[in-house]
């Protein structure tokens, strides 16, 4: 049988393995020291090295050598039940667990120096300290100063002073007080006291008596306190320090907000306990047979005699039932009594059992098995349960590079995660996470990067039974010092511990697929050490980090700048002549930001013989997240590419309010903190509330799991492609509509079609062929919806569709132009027309027609002027820099010379003919014809040098009456979409308030266009004004003017004007999606507008004409 089974397989060219080695590294054993007097027995949690005494006179908050004092050793998240029954439901409120979660007496010192030094006593008078809500973050409940900073350390009076590991900025101190009752059924248990995260380093105390310290701010830190209760009230003191050594290696891109931000419990477990337990899954090369293994963990806290004493373990189905007719069982004494060997390791497998054709788990049929393990006494009686879900996978790399999930090839379409929350901060609630777990899955994302710190441990759970590949990062971040930490030794306890305490807490949830090391911290001996302890307690995963570049030693290897590359350099790393190798010790090579050309040129390099992987891609910040469809056009074609992460899941505006008492989201630098990165915590796909953004639902087409494509030459016959991994399209259901003109003409559901993942199909869509009326499209909708309710969305939920443009139609009849007459007025600067009850007024000194307007209703109130920029996008200000690069069609945008206006009368019409320049390099022709039946036809050629910048946009813009807010369109919607991010958008009908099309981002910037447009009306009741292009257009409408979201830092600067601002384009440039600070922040090419010549034209008409 141990034949038949894969063990360790081969998860990177650089860690060979074979069947028999795999299995001897020691995936559990652990080292530690008694912790608190308490003879802690069996494989035990590795905390890499037992830390050294504490220095005299140096802060355990400023001293790295000092992480814990009477921490327990980190395990894995589980419960103690007293039947089997209670573990099978695994409802920790049937355990012996009481929350402390709730409000807490709270005293908040500015300084640590001011700190209270006595108000853990149990006789300190608290009546003056106020309340607090644990969890939460101090900072959004008035104490102190939420900041927000990127790289640059917010520890110290001077940024620029950096004293490892010191902190010289004023330290704020929280201390916190809670009173609790245990049951009285627990007074002969152990107990302890659990901590879900604090940040940033913390003391404890329980009736007056110091218990111990911890710092690590992601990650849980559990005390035993049962020498320390007593029977009836208790009193927990914990006093939190804002700042600490463990400071230096939290510097990510994130909010720094402090405080008690996870749940807060204390629990009971006998005394002899089934302490922590390591499972693994095996499987054969035919994944028909599959081994689950288990390693046990007893704690003994008064040291009884185990002889007797057994370990028991049952694995039950998702029904419930029985999967190993035998229980595995081991004495108690064989998994305490270790003796480790001078060569070879410790065996694993103390539990073990076959599964026979096991059900297994991917990110799509996420199948999981319950463990049930018991412990009984020398009498046969059941002492306690514990229990864990299993999920039977395998994560392995093939010879080209592809990421193997049970041997099938898969992509990581992820997205980075950070824990946040627009008014509770870093104290997300479980429905909080679960929200994110459910979008996640409905828009089409497969795997979370914990960026970049471990979750609560309630989204693992999540991620298990949804179905997400995780990877797993440790809370190691050092970007201010760069690689510094990672080479000093004295940093190498704290790194170590981050790490593995990550994987001890995590290592049983199938949803892990790798553990990552950190985030922007270099690369060093540090790392080498800790990712030398990942291969070896865990083979069955793969190692990523993306701090890990660069060789040295190797002759083609090109030296890296101090903390960047240059230019020069930049523009080598991702080509056949990049650094050759990545550090052996990581199994993916990992980049941030390639561009395309970059990211090919890594896929195509002859040295490298990893998979690839985009830890980090995509910046999503602000109105961004173009051309991901050519991302994932490449991924797709090549096998080495396994995806990435965008960056990232969801903005991190912070609620607040400002002086006039306006709610708003506030970023960096608007609560007075310093250093401060402004808006660069925008990056989500989804906003600080939770709400979908545009950007998210282009993601979620270009992930789709299934594509529809006409078949050529015909008009009702579709390829059906399933991009699923694993699932069967006979699962789901399949609708399709046919519509003119967005109008639905007919609709149907197909019967169940059998296609297996990556295959094809022909379908023929039953639709009756209708009345083609000219001038108008015809499309047929195509959509894969979920044909039963699932965890994540109710039955009938779209998860893909296609809208195709079906290949018949007729041109639209030409009407004859209206006859009838206009009449005309000059006086001073204006040239006045009207004709059937309308009114046309021209600036003879600008060239730009000012006012178009009926006898009951006025529609353009200002200058139609000629139009090349946008309000900046942040990757336009941050990145390309629009200005000053663009500054030519900044100032052309405010008005153009007037070359020559001329009129020309003719029967039925009139037509109006101006010449426009800036300088001798911009040319601009416009015409108008004004007909009889009051329409305006506008006809523009455009001749831009070559030698110009490429332009923001070609067309014009205006001012419209604000009694026009009933806005209609014929276009690419409903939501807002550009040239670059606009495959989602479906050609329709829409119609609403103008307020419904507009998007406000939380820095206010170019937003709410529409592509494909091919009219659009805003109307007040029956009358209005439509624009009709002649061919299709993108347009857009404000209720602010350009300048005026231009300069806006913030949505309450806007003030809504008297009229709106219409956008009449013929394109806009794309928004760009590859980052936000360099040259790669501009749309690709294909997405720009180079200088050339261009013309369009379209009609203005009451919609009553």
């Not at 069996?42 to 504490?54: A, N, T, V």
């Not at 853990?120 to 003056?128: C, E, G, I, K």
């Not at 399933?722 to 109008?743: H, M, T």
């Not at 200088?1091 to 009609?1099: D, I, L, V």
């Amino acid at each position: 049988m141990d034949n038949e089974l894969k063990r360790g397989k081969m998860l990177g060219l650089n860690r060979l393995s074979n069947a028999n080695t795999a299995v001897k590294r020691s995936l559990a054993y652990k080292k530690h020291i008694s912790i608190l007097s308490v003879s802690t027995i069996g494989l035990l949690s590795l905390q890499f090295i037992s830390p050294p005494l504490q220095a005299a006179n140096i802060n355990d908050w400023e001293n790295p050598q000092v992480i814990e004092i009477n921490r327990l050793p980190a395990r894995a998240t589980s419960y103690s039940f007293d039947t089997v029954q209670e573990a099978k439901n695994r409802d920790r409120t049937q355990a012996d667990i009481q929350l402390l979660n709730g409000d807490w007496k709270f005293h908040f010192s500015s300084k640590s120096e001011e700190r209270p030094l006595t108000f853990y006593d149990v006789n300190f008078d608290d009546s003056t300290w106020q309340s607090i809500p644990v969890p939460s973050n101090w900072e959004l409940h008035g104490y102190g100063t939420p900041i927000y900073t990127n790289s640059v350390y917010p520890m110290f009076d001077d940024p620029t002073d950096i004293q490892i590991p010191k902190i010289t900025r004023d330290n704020p101190v929280g201390s916190y007080l809670k009173t609790f009752t245990l049951p009285s059924e627990w007074k002969d248990e152990q107990i302890i006291l659990h901590f879900g995260g604090v940040t940033s380093a913390y003391y404890v105390w329980v009736n007056g008596k110091k218990v111990g310290y911890a710092q690590g701010s992601r990650l849980p830190s559990e005390f035993d306190i049962t020498d320390y209760i007593k029977e009836g009230k208790n009193q927990l003191a914990v006093q939190v320090f804002r700042w600490s050594d463990g400071s230096y290696l939290e510097d990510q891109d994130h909010w720094r907000i402090s405080g008690i931000h996870r749940e807060v419990y204390v629990m009971a477990q006998p005394k002899v306990a089934l302490n922590d337990f390591h499972v693994r899954t095996l499987l054969n090369h035919d994944y028909d047979i599959g081994k689950l293994q288990i390693n046990p963990e007893l704690m003994n806290v008064d040291g009884v005699d185990l002889k007797g004493w057994k370990i028991a373990g049952q694995l039950f189905d998702a029904d419930g039932l029985k999967v190993n007719h035998e229980m595995m069982e081991v004495a108690a004494p064989k998994v305490t009594q270790l003796k480790y060997p001078q060569r070879d390791t410790m065996r694993f497998d103390w539990l073990s059992t076959t599964v026979e054709n096991p059900k297994l788990w991917t990110s799509e049929t996420p199948y999981l098995y319950t463990l049930v393990l018991s412990l009984t006494n020398p009498s046969g009686e059941l002492v306690e349960t514990r229990s864990t879900r299993v999920g039977f996978r395998d994560i392995t790399f093939s010879s080209d590079g592809e990421l193997l999930v049970n041997g099938k090839s898969v992509e990581i379409i992820g997205v980075n995660r950070h824990d946040h929350d627009a008014k509770r901060g870093k104290a997300l609630s479980r429905e909080d996470i679960l929200d994110d777990v459910k979008l996640l899955k409905q828009f089409n994302f497969n795997s979370v990067r914990t960026s970049h710190y471990p979750n609560d441990p309630y989204f693992y759970e999540l991620a298990d039974e949804y179905g997400l590949y995780v990877m797993d990062e440790a809370n190691v971040e050092s970007h201010g010092v760069g690689g510094l930490l990672a080479n000093l030794p004295e940093w190498n306890y704290s790194m170590m511990s981050r790490n593995t305490r990550m994987v001890e807490r995590d290592k049983n949830h199938p949803s892990i697929i790798s553990w990552s090391m950190g985030n922007e911290s270099g690369t060093g001996p540090n790392f080498a050490a800790i990712a030398g302890w990942l291969i070896d307690i865990d083979p069955l995963r793969f190692v990523h980090y993306e701090g890990a570049q660069g060789d040295p030693q190797h002759p083609e290897y090109i030296p890296y700048s101090s903390q960047y590359p240059t230019k020069e350099e930049r523009a080598l790393r991702h080509t056949p002549q990049a650094n050759p190798t990545d550090p052996h010790f990581v199994d993916v090579i990992s980049r941030m930001y390639p561009s395309l050309e970059e990211l090919q040129g890594l896929a195509d390099s002859p040295f490298i013989d990893r998979p690839i992987l985009m830890c980090e891609y995509a910046h999503a910040m602000g109105n961004s997240l173009g051309n991901m469809s050519e991302y994932w056009d490449m991924i797709r074609e090549r096998p080495n590419l396994i995806g990435g992460y965008i960056w990232d899941w969801i903005d991190q505006g912070i609620e607040t309010q400002n002086a006039e008492g306006q709610t708003y989201l506030a970023y960096g630098g608007d609560f007075g903190d310093t250093p401060n990165a402004s808006n660069f915590c925008l990056n989500g796909i989804i906003d600080s509330y939770r709400q979908p953004k545009p950007q998210i639902l282009e993601a979620k087409y270009v992930f789709q799991p299934a594509t529809f494509s006409l078949r050529k030459g015909t008009a009702d016959e579709v390829s059906l492609t399933n991009r699923f991994f694993f699932d069967n399209l006979n699962k789901y259901e399949i609708r399709w509509a046919l519509s003119e003109d967005g109008k639905q003409l007919q609709q149907g559901i197909l019967p169940s079609v059998d296609v297996a993942p990556s295959e094809s199909k022909r379908l023929t869509i039953p639709y009756t062929m209708p009345n083609i009326v000219a001038g108008k499209e015809y499309w047929l909708r195509l959509s894969l919806h979920l044909s039963q309710d699932a965890l994540w969305a109710n039955k009938g939920f779209e998860l893909a569709k296609e809208q195709i443009a079906l290949p018949f139609g007729k041109p639209a009849k030409k009407m004859p132009e209206p006859t009838g007459n206009i009449a005309r007025a000059t006086q001073g600067n204006t040239e006045a027309f009207r004709a059937n009850g309308h009114s046309f007024i021209f600036d003879t000194s600008t060239g730009y027609l000012t006012r178009y307007a009926s006898d009951k209703q006025a529609f353009i109130e200002d200058a139609l002027m000629h139009n090349f920029w946008r309000p900046q996008t942040d990757n336009d200000r941050l990145g390309w820099r629009t200005l000053p690069n663009k500054q030519f069609w900044y100032e052309a945008s405010q008005g153009l010379t007037l070359e020559s206006f001329e009129v020309t009368e003719a029967p039925n019409k009139v037509v109006v003919t101006t010449q426009h320049t800036k300088g001798e390099k911009l040319n601009v022709s416009t015409t108008y014809t004004l007909y009889a039946d009051a329409k305006i036809n506008v006809a523009v050629s455009l001749d831009a040098a070559p030698s110009l910048p490429s332009l923001l946009r070609v067309g014009m813009t205006t001012k419209v009456s604000k009694t026009l807010d009933e806005m209609t369109f014929y276009g690419k919607g409903p939501f807002e979409n550009y040239i670059d991010r606009n495959e989602a958008a479906e050609v329709g009908e829409y119609a609403g308030k103008v307020s419904d099309f507009f998007y406000q981002y939380t820095r206010p910037q170019e937003s709410s266009n529409r592509t494909g447009v091919r009219w659009l009306s805003l109307k007040n009741n029956d009358i209005g004004l439509k624009i009709q292009g002649e061919q299709a257009l993108s347009m857009s409408v404000w209720p602010y003017s350009a300048q005026a979201i231009d300069d806006a830092t913030h949505p309450y600067e806007l003030n809504e004007e008297e009229t709106f601002t219409l956008n009449i384009d013929l394109i806009q440039a794309g928004v760009g999606g590859i980052d936000s600070w360099s040259e790669k922040a501009a749309p690709i090419d294909k997405y720009k507008i180079s200088a050339g010549k261009y013309s369009y034209e379209f009609t203005l008409s009451n919609t009553n004409n």
